[in-house]
């Protein structure tokens, strides 16, 4: 599977982007997905996780109320709506996707990774 992160960019605080993450090939009922950012100096955080049967989602304490992750299995694409931008959001986001059907919050549980794509957000 490869995956191909888009959607980033520079944005005000207060603002919002959607990223997607484009599968190469069909993934199947037992995928579960994950997005993660690094900022620069610091380890790759988990920001949010979901089951391919939908549902089950995870979220950082920091994100939540502010970020969605969502996925729409015939476009083979997940998503991650980020409302109420922060400085402190600003990374490279990743997604990743996992042979276990249940997202987590944990990198050691997914097998492939996408390229990541860098948010920027200013005060």
């Known amino acids: 599977v490869q995956l191909q992160a888009s959607g980033g960019g520079f944005v005000q605080a207060g603002g919002s982007l959607r990223l997607s993450c484009a599968a190469s090939?069909?993934?199947?009922?037992?995928?579960?997905m994950g997005w993660f950012r690094q900022a620069p100096g610091k380890e790759r955080e988990s920001v949010a996780a979901?089951?391919?049967?939908?549902?089950?989602?995870l979220y950082a304490d920091s994100v939540k109320g502010r970020f969605t992750i969502s996925r729409d299995i015939a476009k083979n694409t997940v998503y991650l709506q980020m409302n109420s931008l922060k400085p402190e959001d600003t990374a490279v986001y990743y997604c990743?996707?996992?042979?276990?059907?249940?997202?987590?919050?944990?990198?050691?549980?997914?097998?492939?990774w996408g390229q990541g794509t860098q948010v920027t957000v200013s005060s």
């Open positions: 979901i089951s391919w049967r939908g549902g089950s989602e």
């Open positions: 990743a996707a996992s042979r276990s059907p249940y997202g987590s919050s944990t990198a050691p549980a997914y097998n492939y």
């Open positions: 090939k069909r993934t199947t009922s037992n995928n579960g």
